[in-house]
């Protein structure tokens, strides 16, 4: 799940690379200063942030459970906008760490400052004027080995008459 | 993917619960207090621990990049017993965290303390007398709402020729 800055900020939600890093925690737990990720292969750094359940979830791992999970905290989202709650406390009345739905925060200026999917999976929320908290999905081959390559994935929507944007459009249309 | 407590001890691996719970940790981050998982439907604690990914992925997410992790994952533990070496600075050569590989850790008397997935998962792999490192997966109903129920996916195995077992047959099997 990809979540906007501003909904990290109001829930405040840690990077885990900054949770991860943090020098006390690293000296109790030596494993975290050898694990750092200082080789990311697409990025200088990882988009991603506490992995949650919603409490009412059993296993948290079918699809009826994370879809209560993600539907809930897009919601939350949007009443803790309107009525002005405490975000943080209002997330932990109804969300637990760890959980089975990975969440990735979008960087502070999004697109304008990193163009991953994360901030490409936000920014089309915002073009489209939605609540910034969207599911993103890699596309793999039959196989399931690879990444689909762009030109099957074009044609794979092309037949299913689904809207195929790239990138490069969606940040033109946001004006980046 | 489910590790052995024997693993989780060589490499280091601390359970998610335990690091978030850290007094430090939760007073830089308020959300770590909120968040805390103290209301499991299926148990008492989550066997969590830290994701990973191999250092030669390039996002993680493909099954090619998923097999690459596991796999040398597992590899790594046995070369680790092997040679003496410090588990912790092998691990930390190879992986990175965050990661797209979820690992939950068996807890310490595995099966005896806990009948988790994660503990049946590493108990089989105990029983069929290889490396305590086991991918589990939870089979779901056709259209992914919910778990199989328990006749349905016994019936899915009988019609491939794949031995079924409950953890009640495991547990004795094992002469716990």
Redesign the interface.
Known sequence: MAIGHEVGEK????Y??D??M?E??MS????????????L??DTR?A?T???NH?Q???G????DRSLTTRRFAELYSEVCESETNG??A???E????G?I?VCRESEGGLSSRQGHTELAVGLARLAGVTPVVIGA?M?QP?????LPVDEARKWAAERNIPFLTGEELMTALGI
């Not at 829930?11 to 840690?14: A, E, N």
């Not at 196989?143 to 990444?147: C, E, K, R, T, V």
């Open positions: 829930f405040g939600l840690p885990l690379q949770l991860h943090d006390d925690l109790k737990h030596p494993v975290l200063q050898v694990l750092q990720t200082d080789d292969q697409y990882s991603f506490l992995s949650i409490r979830t059993f296993t791992i079918t699809d009826h943080i406390e997330l932990g009345k969300f637990r760490t760890p089975h990975p890699e793999l196989d399931g080995d690879l990444a």
